[in-house]
């Protein structure tokens, strides 16, 4: 069985700003780097903070 590669050679022009909030929009509400996102909660679920107050 062939299988039939059809070449699009279209292009379209667009500008570097409408291209951006075109991708920006696509990946909206998207993880990209999920285990680095576990990570820092991890990290972040772990940190202990100090009072900055000094006892006079």
């Known amino acids: 069985m062939e299988n ?3 070449k699009n050679d279209k292009y379209v022009k667009v500008s570097e700003s409408a291209l951006l909030s075109l991708v920006s929009s696509k990946l909206k509400e998207r993880i990209l780097f999920p285990e680095k996102v576990e ?3 991890k990290f972040l679920n772990n940190l202990h903070f100090k009072s900055l107050v000094k006892k006079v």
Do not use: Y
């Open 4 to 6: 039939k590669v059809i």
């Open 39 to 41: 990570t820092a909660k």
